[in-house]
């Protein structure tokens, strides 16, 4: 019998375990390792709440979870209840898959004041993820700035501008959803470094803020290279250029805006005590295609800016890691001495959710390959159920989340999938 401790229960985490199950049938057993008494990471955390189709995958982990070896460790801290050594000494394998859940900082000038955000802030506060839950957000001024033309910009600006109505059939948090619901702003910018040719957004999540109830996408033409040079785009990209385009066509009218500002470089953000505006200098591209400053100089007055420019996996004591990547040093998944990784926190945080499949599939094979090469001498889930005994942690089963789950499906309000319990507390009170 061999045993993997893989940390992480989001998308990498679960793929891994799904490979591993696959590949050693009943010779394995995976515990799922993670700091929070809930399962799935990102599912949960970090995909928008009113995109319910893509959480769905949810489903396929929690086959992988319900099998008899595979089992759920949640409200285990990895570093606080039990170190990387422990569980080396313990495992025939360890994965880490912890994801890039902190922010890049903005590294300007007012970076630090009151109402600069960054995304994982923002999206681990409207997600309710526990320790976001109390952050202090000033939603009273007619504007915001996001900075960053990805995704996760896309996500931040259309949950800004999204009437309650349009929540229906969202997990969003109760307490978003009231804030949000009486939020001041109308006016959303969204700052791109570089040009339309260059933003990192896919087309089916662009093409959404086209028909939104009560905001209006603006974007001016000028921005934009002739229409000839979009067909020799890629056409995943040629797709989210042409609706980009097509915004231009968009009646006015709607309460708010959301006014794509490319070649805006943030300069630095200014205001008394807190965010007042941001300073935004025009940017060209360079023959590598590089935003370079232009000098002309140029002010967005806003209250809030929420930076959506990229995360990082943080660092855990005595695993190798790469600062400027953001990631664990890997060669392929292999870290070495037992440690492997996968998804963001092999490869940083790009791509999408089903990205990290192939990532969990080539890293079970890699297991098996130095398997092959040692015996099966681990002690596995039997001493680490000891050690956090002695520690007394206490150890969250699959079966307890699936009764917090029954009580946030059963605390629902009309038209939503379940109610979140924010709280760590309140996880851990709701499997009784
Ligand atoms: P991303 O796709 O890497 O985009 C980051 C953006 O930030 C880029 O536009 C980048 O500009 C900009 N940026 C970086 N540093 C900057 C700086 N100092 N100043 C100004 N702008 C800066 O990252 P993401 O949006 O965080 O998304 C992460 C991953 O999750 C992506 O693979 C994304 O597709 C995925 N995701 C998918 C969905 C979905 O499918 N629905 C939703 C959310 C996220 P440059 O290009 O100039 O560097």
């Not at 940390?7 to 057993?29: C, H, N, T, V």
């Not at 969204?190 to 996408?217: S, Y």
């Not at 099966?376 to 789950?405: H, M």
Request: net charge negative.
């Amino acid at each position: 019998m061999r045993h993997v401790a893989i940390i992480g229960s989001g998308p990498a985490g679960y793929y891994s375990a799904e490979a591993l199950q696959k590949l050693f049938g009943d010779e394995i057993r995976v515990d799922v390792i993670d700091r929070m008494p809930v399962p799935y990471g990102l599912i949960r955390f970090g995909v928008a709440p009113d995109h319910q189709s893509i959480k769905a995958v949810y489903r396929r982990y929690e086959k992988v979870a319900l099998s008899d070896n595979v089992r759920f460790c949640g409200n285990v801290l990895v570093g606080r209840d039990v170190s990387i050594p422990e569980l080396v000494g313990l495992y025939d394998a360890v994965i880490l898959a912890t994801g890039a859940p902190a922010d890049r900082p903005l590294d300007i000038p007012g970076g630090d004041l009151p109402g600069v955000v960054g995304s994982a802030a923002f999206v681990g506060w409207y997600n309710g993820h526990p320790e976001f839950a109390d952050l202090v957000l000033p939603l009273d001024a007619p504007a915001a700035a996001v900075i960053g033309n990805g995704n996760v910009a896309l996500d931040v600006a259309r949950i800004l501008s999204k009437t309650p109505a349009e929540f229906v059939g969202s997990d969003i948090v109760a307490h978003a959803f009231s804030r949000l619901g009486n939020a001041a702003i109308s006016d959303i910018h969204v700052l791109g470094r570089r040009g339309p040719h260059q933003i990192a957004m896919t087309p089916k999540e662009l093409g959404e803020l086209g028909h939104l109830a009560n905001a209006v996408p603006v974007i001016d033409l000028a921005d934009f290279p002739p229409l000839i040079d979009d067909a020799l785009l890629e056409p995943g990209q040629r797709k989210s250029v042409t609706h980009l385009r097509e915004f231009a066509n968009l009646a006015a009218g709607k309460a708010k805006t959301i006014t794509f500002d490319f070649f805006a470089k943030p300069l630095r953000v200014e205001g008394e005590g807190r965010v007042e505006r941001i300073i935004v200098e025009k940017t060209a591209l360079d023959e590598r295609g590089a935003a370079v400053g232009t000098g002309e100089i140029y002010e967005i007055p806003c209250g809030m800016v929420v930076t959506c420019i990229g995360y990082k996996t943080p660092p855990l004591a005595g695993v190798p890691y790469e600062e400027d990547r953001g990631r664990f040093a890997n060669s392929e998944g292999v870290i070495g001495g037992g440690l492997y990784c996968v998804g963001w926190a092999r490869r940083g945080p790009t791509g999408t959710i089903g990205t990290n499949r192939p990532d969990g599939y080539e890293v079970a094979d890699k297991i098996a390959a130095d398997f092959a090469d040692g015996d099966a001498r681990k002690e596995g889930r039997a001493g680490l159920d000891r050690l956090l005994e002695s520690r007394n942690v206490d150890l969250v089963t699959f079966r307890d989340w699936q009764r917090i789950e029954a009580a946030e499906t059963a605390r629902a309000r009309e038209g939503s999938p379940r109610e979140k319990f924010v709280a760590v507390e309140e996880m851990l009170r709701a499997r009784r």
